[in-house]
C-alpha cells in the first residue's frame, strides 16, 4: 500500500508504521511541504497513492472528484504520533481492502 501522509501529520509516523505500511512516505518527502491540497492530489493521481490525513478537504476532494487517489481521513483530532499509531496500525487488513476495492474513495477512521 502506497500511503502518503499529510503535511499535518508527523514525520516521525512513517518511521512508526515501517513494518506494517512500509511504502508509507510523508509528502513533505516528495517535495510537496508546501503544496496545496490540489498539487498533492494531483500528484497521488498520478502516482497511484491512498492519501492519509486529518483534514476534510482531501475527502471532500474525494467525494467531488472520485478516485484515484483513494483517502483515509483519521477522524480523531490532532494526536501525538502514537496515537494515531494505534489508529492505522489494527486496521491494516481494512485498509488494505479499502484501497483493492475499485469503488471505495473514502475511509474514515475513529
Not at 5 to 33: E, I, T
Request: aromatic share 6%.
Amino acid at each position: 500500500m502506497k500511503l502518503r501522509l499529510d503535511q499535518n501529520l508527523s514525520h516521525r509516523l512513517r518511521r512508526a508504521l515501517a513494518d506494517g505500511f512500509p511504502d508509507a512516505m510523508q509528502v513533505k518527502r516528495a517535495g510537496l511541504d508546501q503544496a496545496d491540497d490540489d498539487t498533492i492530489w494531483k500528484y497521488a493521481r498520478r502516482e497511484g497513492l491512498t492519501i492519509v490525513t486529518m483534514d476534510a478537504d482531501f475527502p471532500e476532494l474525494a467525494v467531488l472528484r472520485g478516485p484515484p487517489p483513494k483517502v483515509i481521513w483519521l477522524r480523531c483530532g490532532n494526536q501525538p504520533t502514537r496515537v494515531i499509531e494505534t489508529l492505522l496500525r489494527p486496521q491494516a487488513d481494512l485498509i488494505a481492502s479499502f484501497v483493492a476495492d475499485d469503488q471505495a474513495t473514502c475511509l474514515e477512521l475513529y
